[in-house]
C-alpha cells in the first residue's frame, strides 16, 4: 500500500487544500492521503479558528484517509521545528512513501539544493550570514542575502521570500537530517499568496479567508462571501457551528495571557521557549500597556522580531512550553536509518523517542492503514486518550502538553458561546 503524507493546519479547510490532496494522490499514485495536522493552535503563534476536529472531518470529507494531531509542541515551533517534529513522525510511522508539499517554486530540484546549503552550513555561507545578522538585519533576510552572495544566484536565493517555499526547504531538511527514505514532492502553489488578505477568484489564501469570517461585510450571512472559497462540506461544517464553536481568535486568550505575563519575572520568562533575555525584558517593560494579545504583539515588534515570532513566544509562555522541556529525552526519533529498519527493529527503538501518532479522524474504508501503522511504527499509536498506558516519560510530557492547550481553547469556546465544557478525553474520534 502506498501512502502520501500531508502537514498541514487546514485554517479552515478550503479549495486550494482540496486541490493539494487531489493533486498528492494523482502526482503520486498513493493509495491513500495521511495528514499531520495542527491541533488547536497553529504555527503563526495563534489559536485555530475552529476547533481540531471540526477541521479534521472537513479533511476528512474532502478526501483524506487517516488525520493525525501534530503535537503542539511543534504545531507552534518555529519553521524549522514545526518540520522537524513533523517529519519526525512520518518518518517513524514506517510506512509512508511520499511526503507532498505545496510550494510557490515547485522546482524539487532548486528547493533541494537549497537544503542541502542550509542543512551543511558551508563555512564561507555561514560567514557571509553571521555578518548579515551584525547589521542588524532579522534572520530571513539575512540568510536570503547571503545565499545569494554565497551561490550567486539571486533567483535561487529568493525563492526563500515565499512562506511554503521556506516550510518545504524545511521539509526536505528534516528528510536529510533523519536519512529518510521518504520521498518528497512539491504541488505548486496556485492562487493566492499565502499572506494574501484578499479573496480572488481562483483559490483564496486561509488569511483573506478568515478575515473574512471575522471581518464579515453582511454579518446576517458571514459565510455567504466564502462559499465558493471552501468544499461544500468544510462551508457546511463551518456555517454549523458558527458561533457555538467559532471563530476563536488570539484576543479571546488576552486576559489568560495577561495573567500569565503578570505571573513572571524577566528571569523567569527566559525559561520559556524562544524567549530571548531581550524580549523578556520588553515584555515586563511593556506589560503596564498590554490591552489585547494583538495590540500586545503591535507594541513589542521590532525591526528584527515580527509579529509572528513574538506571538509564537507569548504562545509558549501561555502553554507552560520551557526550553528544557525535553532536556532529559529527546523529542524525536534518532535512528540514523530508521527509515530502512524492519517494524520490528523499530519497535525495539521506540523508547529512544517522545513521539506518538493521534489519530483525530479516518475514513472506515481505510482502516488497513491503521493496521500498517500498528504494525511497522517506532512509535506508539493513540486512538484513545485513555488507552495511553506504558508511555515514556517525555511521551507523557509531550502528551500532556497537547492535553493542556486543547482543554485551554475549549475553555475559551465555553466562556465565549457558552457551550458544555467538553474535556480532551471526552471527545470522539471522526469517523466516516
Not at 528547493?111 to 560567514?127: D, G, K, T
Not at 526536505?172 to 480572488?200: M, N, V
Request: glycine residues 4%; contains cysteine; aromatic residues 8%.
Amino acid at each position: 500500500m502506498k501512502i502520501v503524507g500531508i502537514i498541514a493546519e487546514y485554517n479552515p479547510f478550503h479549495n486550494g487544500h482540496q486541490y493539494h490532496i487531489d493533486q498528492a494522490l494523482q502526482k503520486t499514485r498513493a493509495d491513500a492521503a495521511v495528514i499531520l495536522m495542527s491541533g488547536d493552535f497553529v504555527q503563526r503563534g495563534a489559536p485555530a479558528i475552529a476547533p481540531k476536529h471540526l477541521r479534521a472531518k472537513a479533511a476528512l470529507l474532502g478526501g483524506a484517509s487517516l488525520i493525525l494531531e501534530l503535537p503542539v509542541l511543534f504545531s507552534c515551533g518555529s519553521a524549522e521545528l514545526f518540520a522537524r517534529g513533523a517529519v519526525s513522525i512520518f518518518n517513524s510511522l514506517g510506512c509512508i512513501s511520499y511526503l507532498c508539499f505545496g510550494s510557490e517554486c515547485g522546482d524539487i530540484k532548486k528547493l533541494n539544493r537549497l537544503a542541502r546549503i542550509l542543512s551543511e552550513e558551508p563555512e564561507v555561507y555561514r560567514q557571509l550570514l553571521q555578518d548579515e545578522l551584525r547589521k542588524g538585519r532579522p534572520f530571513p533576510q539575512a540568510r536570503q542575502t547571503a545565499l545569494s552572495v554565497y551561490t550567486k544566484d539571486p533567483s535561487l536565493a529568493e525563492i526563500l521570500s515565499s512562506p511554503n517555499n521556506t516550510l518545504g526547504i524545511e521539509y526536505l531538511k528534516a528528510l536529510r537530517y533523519f536519512k529518510s527514505p521518504i520521498q518528497p514532492f512539491a504541488i505548486p502553489r496556485e492562487g493566492s499568496g499565502y499572506h494574501d488578505t484578499a479573496l480572488c477568484e481562483t483559490f483564496s489564501s486561509a488569511t483573506a479567508i478568515r478575515n473574512r469570517i471575522l471581518n464579515p461585510s453582511l454579518p446576517e450571512d458571514v459565510f455567504s462571501s466564502v462559499a465558493e472559497q471552501l468544499p461544500p462540506a468544510s462551508s457546511d461544517l463551518l456555517r454549523k457551528n458558527y458561533q457555538s464553536s467559532l471563530p476563536v481568535t488570539q484576543d479571546d486568550f488576552s486576559l489568560l495571557l495577561k495573567y500569565r505575563l503578570l505571573c513572571e519575572s524577566a528571569s523567569s520568562l527566559t525559561d520559556y521557549l524562544d524567549v530571548s533575555k531581550d524580549l523578556a525584558n520588553r515584555i515586563i517593560n511593556q506589560r503596564n500597556d498590554f490591552a489585547t494579545w494583538s495590540s500586545f504583539c503591535d507594541l513589542l515588534k521590532t525591526r528584527e522580531l515580527t509579529y509572528t515570532r513574538i506571538s509564537r513566544t507569548l504562545l509558549h509562555i501561555l502553554l507552560g512550553i520551557e526550553k528544557d522541556t525535553f532536556r532529559h529525552e529527546p523529542p524525536f526519533c534518532f535512528a540514523e536509518d530508521s527509515g530502512n529498519i524492519s517494524g520490528k527493529a523499530k519497535k525495539e527503538r521506540s523508547s529512544t523517542s517522545a513521539l506518538y501518532a493521534r489519530v483525530l479522524g479516518f475514513q472506515k474504508k481505510d482502516t488497513q492503514i491503521l493496521k500498517e501503522i500498528k504494525e511497522y511504527a517506532a512509535i506508539p499509536l493513540i486512538t484513545k486518550l485513555a488507552d495511553a498506558r506504558n508511555l515514556t516519560s517525555a511521551t507523557q510530557v509531550l502528551l500532556n502538553l497537547d492535553i493542556f492547550a486543547s482543554d485551554l481553547y475549549e475553555s475559551i469556546i465555553t466562556e465565549k458561546f457558552g457551550t458544555p465544557f467538553t474535556n480532551e478525553y471526552q471527545k470522539q474520534l471522526q469517523i466516516i
